[in-house]
């Protein structure tokens, strides 16, 4: 297959050629947003038949890649952000950087706050203890992504409460200038329905579906330094999981993915750990 090409010699179908060819010029050429050629033109650009156009256009929008909007045309979708959920302690700023992508953050909240039951719990404090709670709208590629609430003891980086959030990345900043040595963590994520603060805050509809992250993270010394609660949107956000077989069937530790029929009180609308109003 030469340079948006089909190769009528390669034993790849056609229509799987084509797919291929479209993902380039998507990664490329068109933007999220951008009017692809219709069916027509595509025909004749490339020398193939309707039927093969559409079969790829088919596994294209399966894949998220392409939106088709009836009576409008067929459109690039935008991408989706890659964030690791487990085996890897990193922030979503790592993530998205990590990726070519950009992140840029608005800073909503910044200050002392009594600690709700929840947080105190996560992080090992009495309930109602100062906590320093930073709140980030999240914009990964100019869009809004992620509304995060996150809670630090304190003393863990004084200075924290005077740091300029807007552009980097929180991990980065307790490792390199505080010296937080982060270790292991544990997060749970989840489908919930978008509260219309929530939604308001990220450009969707009340009740649209978003994810919700909770995550604890420990340093090198065991002590629970971090926790946060993210709503991140689900037409923009997936998660990868890394799963490994083991000979035996081991005990869920940090980390593994377990499958439950309890309820979780967050599925119930009780989420303790005051949400974003």
């Not at 090409?5 to 179908?13: G, K, N, T, V």
């Not at 998660?239 to 309890?262: C, I, K, N, S, Y």
């Amino acid at each position: 297959m030469s340079a948006d090409r089909i190769d009528r010699q390669s034993p790849l179908p056609f229509y799987a050629q084509l797919k291929q060819l479209l993902i380039a010029r998507l990664e490329h050429e068109w933007a999220a947003g951008t009017r692809l050629p219709g069916e027509v033109a595509l025909c004749e650009r490339y020398g193939v038949s309707r039927t093969v156009v559409r079969q790829a256009l088919d596994e294209l929008e399966a894949e998220g890649r392409i939106v088709r909007r009836k009576g409008q045309g067929t459109f690039a979708a935008v991408r989706k952000v890659d964030e690791s959920l487990f085996q890897s302690l990193t922030g979503l700023y790592e993530d998205v950087t990590a990726r070519g992508g950009t992140l840029r953050s608005v800073v909503r909240q910044q200050e002392l706050v009594p600690a709700p039951a929840e947080v105190a719990a996560e992080l090992d404090l009495a309930e109602g203890a100062p906590v320093l709670c930073l709140e980030r709208l999240r914009y990964a590629n100019g869009e809004p992504w992620v509304l995060a609430r996150t809670y630090l003891p304190p003393d863990v980086a004084p200075g924290l409460l005077t740091e300029n959030l807007g552009e980097q990345s929180l991990y980065g900043l307790l490792e390199d200038k505080y010296g937080v040595e982060l270790d292991h963590g544990r997060r749970l994520v989840e489908a919930v329905p978008a509260s219309p603060a929530i939604a308001d805050a990220l450009g969707l509809r009340p009740r649209d579906p978003v994810l919700l992250l909770r995550s604890t993270a420990w340093n090198t010394e065991g002590r629970p330094v971090e926790h946060f609660i993210a709503y991140h949107r689900g037409d923009r956000s997936r998660f990868q999981v890394h799963l490994r077989r083991h000979t035996r069937r081991p005990a869920p530790v940090p980390g593994m993915l377990v499958h439950t029929d309890e309820p979780d009180p967050v599925a119930r609308g009780e989420v303790t750990a005051d949400p974003p109003e």
